[in-house]
């Protein structure tokens, strides 16, 4: 049985590792240690799974905006995600997904933007997030990049660029 929780000091060691054997570098294992030293870092959506006292898999689902004509619209960038490459494949990943969006929508986030996988991210209703009106800030295939309103029609009508903070670009 694999609980999500949010992370916790002790976890972040685990926490590196997952994200440096899971990706084959640093970057985002440094990306985390980097956004958890932001002003806007939510705490309890940096989450991590865990089996038998071991943590598993993490994911951190940053602030990012939407800039439009008008203002800025706040939305969140479920990355990075990473599982251990022993226990990949067996649901952990998806199980952090799941309970994080539910988590973003207990705390009344509105948007997620994820560059991702294209056929793993729509079973979690992520859907073309061009075809929603919204613009990437570096190259990226239409098919990587997505949105999932969390609040049913926040994104009707809205044109913008995706604004990542600038951590991000050193990825």
């Known amino acids: 049985m694999i609980t999500v929780q949010p992370e916790k000091k002790e976890d972040y060691t685990a ?15 440094n990306l985390v240690k980097s956004l958890r030293k932001r002003a806007d870092f939510i705490r309890e959506l940096s ?4 089996k038998d006292r071991k943590v598993l898999g993490h994911i951190l689902f940053g602030p990012i905006g939407i800039q439009t004509n ?13 599982v251990h490459p022993e226990f990949q494949n067996r649901g952990s990943g998806s199980e952090l997904l799941r309970q994080g969006l539910e988590r973003c929508r207990n705390l009344e986030q509105k948007v997620v933007v994820v560059v991702g996988h294209p056929a793993y991210y729509p079973r979690f209703a992520f859907t073309s997030a061009r ?3 919204l613009e990437s800030p570096f190259p990226v295939p239409d098919e990587a990049f997505m949105a999932l309103e969390l609040a049913p ?3 009707s009508n809205v044109q913008g660029m995706v604004t990542y903070p600038p951590e991000f670009f050193d990825v």
């Open 15 to 29: 926490i590196y590792e997952i994200n440096r054997l899971g990706f084959g570098r640093e970057s985002e294992a």
């Open 47 to 50: 989450l991590v799974a865990v």
């Open 70 to 82: 008008k203002n800025i619209l706040p939305a969140l960038a479920p990355a990075p995600m990473a």
């Open 131 to 133: 075809a929603k009106g």
């Open 153 to 155: 029609g926040v994104l």
